[in-house]
Nanobody, 120 residues
Framework: QVHLVESGGGLVQAGGSLRLSCVASGSILTINTMAWYRQAPGKQRELVAAVTSGRSTNYADSVKGRFTISRDNANNTVYLQMNGLKPEDTAVYYC??????????????WGQGTLVTVSS
């Protein structure tokens, strides 16, 4: 099995910064895409940012220029640096990881979620 452990959420004032971390562990051969999603109350889960094993990135339009996703392949870790936070960024943030356990088995797993609250 593959497990994800997230950390770094919390309460911050508008304009502030937070850094989320997510570490993958378990039966992992390779990790392809690592991503962050978020779900605000009453809304659907949405992609915030993703990074491939080759470090190609894509971002939701709402966070471009404010958030930066990065990864440490050696330690199976993905980060989300969030600057210029706005109240509308308030949500539970989930880490997502896709890869291979071995040459014949793929995996996709989700973290437990970490709450980010931005006060105005």
């Amino acid at each position: 099995q593959v497990h994800l452990v997230e950390s770094g959420g919390g309460l911050v004032q508008a304009g502030g910064s937070l850094r989320l971390s997510c570490v993958a562990s378990g039966s992992i051969l390779t990790i392809n895409t690592m991503a962050w999603y978020r779900q605000a109350p009453g809304k659907q889960r949405e992609l915030v940012a993703a990074v491939t094993s080759g470090r190609s990135t894509n971002y939701a339009d709402s966070v471009k220029g404010r958030f930066t996703i990065s990864r440490d392949n050696a330690n199976n870790t993905v980060y989300l640096q969030m600057n210029g936070l706005k109240p509308e960024d308030t949500a539970v943030y989930y880490c997502n990881c896709q890869g291979r356990r071995n040459i014949s088995q793929t995996f996709e797993v989700w973290g437990q979620g970490t709450l980010v609250t931005v006060s105005s």
